[in-house]
């Protein structure tokens, strides 16, 4: 199976906010906007996973220059693509992008009860910084994880 991870093109968007839409409450129109403002801009990172025409993966990584540090806000992948090393590739790639922003650290929020995220995450070489009560407008807690690219 050859996929192909690359920068999201605008003809991408509308497969990305349904992935978004599958996983978030979210309006799907916010989604969209939030998605058309921000591809272009350089402090972020927006990379789909397309195999053959079909897009199956979808994530963005923003740097925040205030505190030196990178956030992953989505990294999803089609759920029958799971475990086949797409969502590592992204990450790899979100490594190299937060690294020539000159990020100290990349971090991520999940569900404290998503055990595979976390599990997916920790095997990528992230660690738990710590946890946010009452973070997810369901009322769910997350679980903050960190990657150190100072050692990496």
């Not at 992948?77 to 797409?86: A, E, Q």
């Not at 920790?122 to 997810?136: A, E, L, M, T, V």
């Amino acid at each position: 199976m050859i996929v192909r991870v690359r920068k999201l093109k605008k003809d991408d968007i509308p497969s990305c906010v349904s992935m978004v839409a599958n996983i978030s409450a979210g309006p799907r129109e916010v989604t969209k906007r939030y998605i058309e403002s921000n591809f272009k801009d350089e402090n972020y990172l927006m990379l789909v996973a397309q195999k053959d025409e079909n897009i199956i993966g979808f994530s963005t990584v923003v740097y925040e220059g205030w505190n030196n540090a990178a956030w992953i806000e989505w990294m999803i992948v089609h759920k029958s693509y799971r475990g086949k090393g797409i969502g590592s590739k992204m990450i790899k790639k979100s490594i190299v992008f937060s690294k020539e922003k000159k990020a100290r650290k990349l971090f991520v929020d999940t569900g404290i009860k998503d055990r595979k995220a976390i599990k997916f995450y920790k095997k990528n070489g992230f660690k738990k910084h710590g946890n946010i009560k009452d973070y997810y407008i369901d009322g769910d807690d997350a679980i903050v994880l960190g990657l150190d690219l100072i050692s990496v």
